[in-house]
């Protein structure tokens, strides 16, 4: 007799279909309405009842406890921060949209599911990555629903790619985030050729939609990702690489990056981007034979200065508030709220908006809940790494469980160092996919090999 799934399971299950392909939100009056207001409410609903019931029962023996004392900590400086906030209605949904996360991490890290259950999530994620990744490049191929925001280093390019995410820069956030396990399950665990370029096939569809996003942070960020990720599996990897159609397929994906739209210019602007925003110490020597700039290297520096120029000057709004308020900040959720006052006190600062995000989480976090809350809040990341570490430690013999951590390890890490110029972590359909993601690598590392 077939096994019956738990209303949970397929739940989770709808999480991985829904969460990465519907972006939309409406509102009802002030109250947001997105996918995630609807699917997490009712998986927590349905997963106490059923717990209660008997029909689910919770991995014993995988202790959750530090994460929810850190996860408690930080709602408690939310809370108390909101003594200083201006407006307790942002602050509130703030709030309710962090419990959301810890309520669904919590969910399908701690629920004991079954090899098949895993098996069937597996699948269907990597069915889902697939479609929103081919409709990514579809999208550029034929200029749908592009992003057109930052387009003025751009001289080929129809537009930039964010597949069925709101913004470039969040599908950016979230390519990084996912590529790393892409590429150590494509090389280093299939032994099957079919299979293992079916994996590499779709790896590849995710580098060329990270160049169609033009976001050069995270092209940076993509490679180091990927150069990281090859040498903490070095052994594996490169025997599995080193192979004749594994070096054809990368030869491939390596000569199709190279000639895809603008690639080589803004890869020049996004190296001037790096190179303006860390402090130099030599002297610049006038005069010499062949310093000349060309007008193309002027026209890229030009680019580069603009982007690091307009980073820093939303960096020091948010330092700004953080300053004044340093130790509970401005209230959570509340800096768009004071974004507008802090602008007309220092012009400087002003880009021409009421509101504009400070791109980067962690200054959005210190400006809104101060010291306490930012250390809270950094101690959270820092257990969820440490976490990843005890469980690689436990799991070293089991090759995909090896591969799952170490891949999740530099993606996270993408992800982390990504909120240096974006505000992902407070992206929702960005977020609830690294918590669903992460709790889903978590349970199954964790569980017994012989569970059925």
């Not at 990702?225 to 070096?247: D, W």
Request: proline letters at 4%; zero cysteines.
């Amino acid at each position: 007799m077939a096994q019956k799934h738990s209303l949970t399971f397929y739940l989770v299950l709808l999480h991985l279909i829904i969460m990465p392909l519907v972006p939309l939100k409406v509102y009802l009056g002030p109250i947001p309405v997105s996918a995630e207001v609807v699917l997490i409410p009712l998986l927590t609903v349905v997963a106490a009842y059923e717990l209660k019931t008997k029909r689910i029962t919770l991995n014993s023996d995988l202790s959750m406890k530090t994460f929810m004392a850190l996860f408690g900590l930080f709602f408690i400086i939310q809370v108390i921060s909101l003594t200083q906030a201006e407006s307790l209605f942002p602050g509130i949904k703030e709030i309710i949209r962090y419990v959301s996360y810890v309520v669904l991490f919590y969910i399908v890290t701690k629920v004991s599911f079954s090899r098949n259950e895993f098996k069937t999530m597996g699948i269907t994620l990597a069915s889902v990555l697939a479609v929103i990744g081919v409709w990514g490049i579809l999208s550029y191929a034929f200029q749908w629903n592009l992003n057109t925001a930052g387009l003025y280093a751009l001289e080929e390019a129809h537009g930039r790619v964010m597949s069925t995410m709101v913004n470039p820069n969040y599908w950016a956030g979230f390519i990084n985030f996912i590529l790393p396990i892409l590429l150590l399950i494509a090389v280093a665990y299939f032994k099957d050729r079919k299979m293992q370029l079916a994996f590499f096939a779709l790896f590849a569809v995710y580098v060329i939609n990270q160049i169609f996003t033009y976001t050069r942070s995270a092209w940076m960020i993509m490679a180091m990702a990927i150069l990281f990720t090859s040498l903490l599996v070095p052994k594996r990897f490169y025997k599995k690489l080193f192979t004749i159609h594994m070096i054809i397929a990368t030869i491939i994906l390596g000569v199709i990056v190279y000639n895809l739209p603008d690639v080589q210019d803004r890869t020049k602007s996004a190296i001037y981007v790096v190179q303006s925003l860390i402090p130099s110490s030599e002297a610049p020597v006038e005069g010499e034979p062949g310093d000349e700039e060309t007008e193309e290297e002027k026209r890229q520096k030009s680019y580069g200065d603009k982007t690091a120029v307009s980073r820093v000057t939303l960096w020091k709004t948010g330092y700004f508030m953080y300053r004044d308020y340093p130790i509970l900040g401005v209230g959570i959720g509340n800096y768009d709220v004071r974004y507008k006052e802090y602008v007309t006190r220092y012009p400087s600062l002003d880009f021409g908006h009421d509101q504009y995000s400070v791109h980067n989480s962690y200054l959005k976090v210190a400006s809104e809940t101060g010291t306490i809350g930012l250390l809270s809040f950094l101690a959270i990341y820092i257990y969820y790494y440490i976490f990843i570490g005890k469980q690689f430690i436990r799991n070293r013999e089991d090759l995909l469980k090896k591969l799952l951590l170490v891949g999740l390890f530099v993606g996270s890490g993408t992800f982390a160092g990504q909120n240096l110029a974006n505000n992902l972590i407070f992206i929702p359909q960005v977020n609830v996919l690294f918590w669903l993601i992460s709790g889903l690598i978590f349970n199954y590392v964790h569980r017994k090999r012989d569970l059925a």
